[in-house]
């Protein structure tokens, strides 16, 4: 693999752990302006809109930890990508003695 290859495939990563946090933080921020207006909008009657403070701060901390974990995987999954394509370059660039070797071996592994 050529390096305009390695950074293409960094690139890529990058792009889609940019994309799929702006799309999650814009999910789950029109979830709850969506659910606080239709929540608030008509109460049933005979019932009052109770508004807990503590609790929604405490909801928005665990739904942005909860971003923070997603945004964590993404970069796991990338880096092990890259190790991937690391360790691809490591193995195309080894003599052909060595492959054959190595061939016999993960052979045997899987008898």
Request: with cysteine; glycine share 2%; aromatic share 6%.
């Amino acid at each position: 693999m050529t390096e305009r290859h390695c950074q293409l495939r960094t690139d890529f990563f990058a792009r889609v752990r940019e994309k799929h946090f702006h799309r999650t933080a814009l999910v789950a921020s029109v979830t709850l302006a969506f659910g606080a207006t239709f929540d608030l909008s008509r109460p049933a009657r005979a019932q009052w809109a109770v508004y807990d403070g503590a609790n929604h701060v405490q909801n928005v901390l665990i739904a942005a930890r909860t971003l923070q974990q997603i945004d964590n995987q993404i970069t796991s999954l990338a880096n092990q990508a890259q190790m991937l394509v690391n360790q691809g370059r490591n193995l195309a660039s080894l003599p052909l003695s060595t492959r054959k070797s190595h061939r016999r071996v993960v052979h045997r592994v899987r008898l």
